[in-house]
């Protein structure tokens, strides 16, 4: 499905692309590309030249663009349109210094500016229609399969038993078989597999389709955590990279964002009184404690009682500051944090202390959050939100472990759009919709399983890999 899908979007790109090609013609030139008149002003063979670079162009950045995003639901997406078309202008303007042929200036950008909306556009079409991916899973978990049930656009057509015996039906058809590696299976389930991968039919691995689906990693089908952990070291010579990035990105932004922080100290001072900024210690990257900065959008005294989670509607939270947490105005001091050392602008977000020792015990691998610099927004802030319970703190670490497992440079970008939606929306504290209620309950039985295959590996009961 997802290989139809490459193709099938690569090459309906193509066609627009020559759509914007002729339509751009009749406006710069008032007529189609190979009229007599056009030919005479623009040379009918540089002509046929740039069209031919730019639909190569267009071909080489859809293979680009499958290549650096192999995660996400087999759907058409914005993000990946504008990308194949960002792409295409980068290759369409190497080629044309390298081989400098003849071509119209005008003609070529306002062909780009067409073809990306008709780009855009289609995806906007595409997605009116209802779609869905089915599903045959083969796992004896049914926290995974409640999990994968609660999402939209995955239909569960049936679930085999890893240690089923007896013949097995053959899956419907255009279901794509997903089968749990961390599971040991049977002698016939182990044929079956087989056989379906054989017979040409897309068999994939459960967790593969999890992560694609939900942007989620499923937290009791980790090992030690270790898959989060080889995962980083692919990516370590990206991490000072991403670091100086950020660097790069707070100083030179500091001109704007400097008036805006003196701006909202000035209005906290004056509508909710001293202190301005609000200090608390937080765990960062390796364990290590830092002090993050925010400002004050409690009263006074919101922790006179102890340090408890927030949450959208807490009333602790003062009007003035419940506007700044909706723009996300109070994390602009945590800039400082990021000049220090501290913070990078796109990570897990640090959590307090007490949390922390809490989540550890309760929790599996969470300390596996701490590998990286946290940040000042992450994934599951921009998918999740905030979280007012140990079931939604659980949801939010397994988007925290998806943002460890496959972090780039691209993900990054993803995240800081979406944080821009979430200022420019003001969404910053309004309720997370929910697809259907049975998530919270998956997340509960996610921790069960987790704690169980913890308990198990303590005590060495648990079943082999396959």
Known sequence: ?????VVGMACADAALLMVAFVVAALWRFGGHPFSDE???QTQARGLMQILLIALVSCLLGSALVAAVMPQGPPRPTYSRGALTALFAFFAITAVI???RPYYSR???FTTLAIWLVLVLLLRAVLRLRPWTERLLVVTGSDAIVRSLDATPHITV??????DATGPLPAP???TVL????SAAWSREVTRYVSATSVAGREVRALNDVYEQHTGRVPLGHLSEGWEIETSLLRKLPFLPFKYAVDLVLVVVTMPLWMPVVAATAVLVRLVDGS???FRQVRVGRRGELVELFKFRTMRADAEAHGARQASGDDPRITPLGRFLRSVRLDELPQFFNVLRGELSLIGPRPEQVGFVEKYREAIPFYDQRHLVRPGITGWAQVRHGYAASEEETIEKLSYDFYYLKHMSPLLDLEVLARSVWTVVSASGTKPRARARPSVEEAAALELEAAEQAADDRRTGQGRPSA
């Not at 499905?1 to 899908?5: D, K």
């Not at 997903?178 to 590696?181: N, T």
């Open 172 to 174: 419907p058809p255009d």
């Open 178 to 181: 997903a089968v749990d590696l």
């Open 106 to 108: 005008p003609h070529l």
């Open 275 to 277: 202190p301005v900024i």
């Open 157 to 162: 057509v049936g679930v085999i038993d890893p």
């Open 38 to 40: 056009v030919v005479v």
């Open 1 to 5: 499905m997802r290989q139809r899908l």
């Open 97 to 99: 210094v390298l081989v």
